[in-house]
């Protein structure tokens, strides 16, 4: 327990969350939790407390030595035709992260046009559904895909994983709404299991770590990935984005469905080398034609950081991000330093934060922003899609771009420099995002509060 107090005094960026986190569960995960896995919760403590260490020496390091050697003038975009050298930045991925794997991938751009393919192929399932959410909301469209998930257990095998710390804070949010019978929300979980064959598993939040992987894998034949959650805002009213995957990727989600089922049993450090963690089968008939790199973050591996930092720096021609929370320092930096090299940099945020209390802090990031001349679009409502493009490599997934995402939760990206891919995903997302949003001409009035939620957002 010394651990946990020193990770709530330091490096606990899900503090104000924990108010939200029931004492029952916290204690269950930080007692039977670390007993059941007492090699990974001991190995992931050590690896929380080098992040800290490791991320704030360099962040004082960027303030004092890098940024003011940024020119004081803000440079044109330069004319220059040359793009990121992708033949070498591949070579580089595929000795960082490992060679790339083949599949296809259709993008689906808001709740509307995604979740009735969803609910479509839940219904032609043949043999198993595979849920892995961060938040699987008691609202009415929860329930509603509840009530789906029940009716299918019945003919094929449903497994669900939902992170409990995500879901509890969704549920404490909505906590006053009623669904459509009038009656109170239920706790989601019991309602899932309640006269249903569906077998759930809710992720150890152990050191306060988050399972933050949306996806759906049916039949092992396609998987269906990116930012959506099971909730209201998700299905209605949020821009968001979805992906639907086949080919040979399909194993590659598999695998860290397994990984993480697996994990969050009882005893898992031991059960989990016994466990044949590729079982069922998928479908080889297509391999899938563009390669895609698979980068994840966990509490010991940051590829989807360490890829975009590299691909920032490379970047010559333009860098086109999209994503709600642009918190990390060394990414504004290195924003920041290829506009100073006359890139074209152009970020989209929202100007309706899903966490609300943190709006302030975008604010101030878009300052900063613009005072070294990256263009910034504020998008006229909430977005929440995930997406950057670095001279047409495209990254793309769940994580976002603040200490979460990048060092401490379960994230998965995919990247790829694919030019028909990548032009797809710039024009109907990226461009597209910035078409929908309004440019900021002025810099924000900032509050003393926005400015204290900057300067502490890495632990908040």
Known sequence: MLGLLFFCLTSCSLAPRIITYDAASLAEDHTIGIASNPFTSMGMLLSRIKIFTT??????????????????????????????????????????????????????????????ILEENILNAEKYVNLSTYIFDNDQYGIYFADLLRRK?????????ADLLGSVNAWENSKNKENSENQKSPDIFLYLMENS????????????TSDHIKMIIIDGKKVFFGGMNIGNEYRYDWRDMMFEVKGDLTMEFKKIFYHAWYKHSLFSDFLYFFQNTLKGGINKDLAGSTEFHVLKTTTYKHEIYNAQLEAARRAKHHI????????????????????????????????????????GINKRVANILMSYGVRVFIYPGTSHIKAASFDGWVCFGTANYDDLSLHK????????????????????????????????????????????????????
């Open 55 to 116: 991320e704030t020496l360099w962040r004082t390091h960027i303030k004092l030595f890098c940024y003011p050697f940024l020119q004081s003038e803000i440079p044109p975009i330069s004319n220059n035709r040359s793009y990121l050298d992708k033949e070498k930045f591949n070579r580089w991925l595929d000795k960082k992260i490992g060679n790339p794997v083949k599949g296809n991938i259709r993008i689906f751009i808001s709740g509307n046009n995604f979740f009735p």
């Open 153 to 161: 257990s019945k003919t094929v095998q449903i497994k669900v994983i």
């Open 197 to 208: 064959k569906i077998k759930l598993r809710k992720s150890r939040n152990i050191w306060l």
């Open 320 to 359: 086109y991000v999209e994503n709600p929370y642009l918190w990390n320092e060394a990414f504004l930096y290195e924003l920041c330093a290829a506009r100073n090299r006359g890139v074209d940099v152009r970020v989209t945020i929202p100007g309706k934060l899903d966490a609300k209390n943190f709006s």
């Open 409 to 460: 939760n379960r994230e998965v990206d995919l990247a790829t420099s694919d030019s028909q891919f990548s032009k797809k995903l710039e024009q109907q997302v990226l461009l597209e995002g910035q078409n929908l949003s309004s440019e900021l001409r002025e810099p924000y009035q900032i509050e003393v509060s926005d400015w204290l939620k900057y300067k502490f957002k890495n632990y908040l």
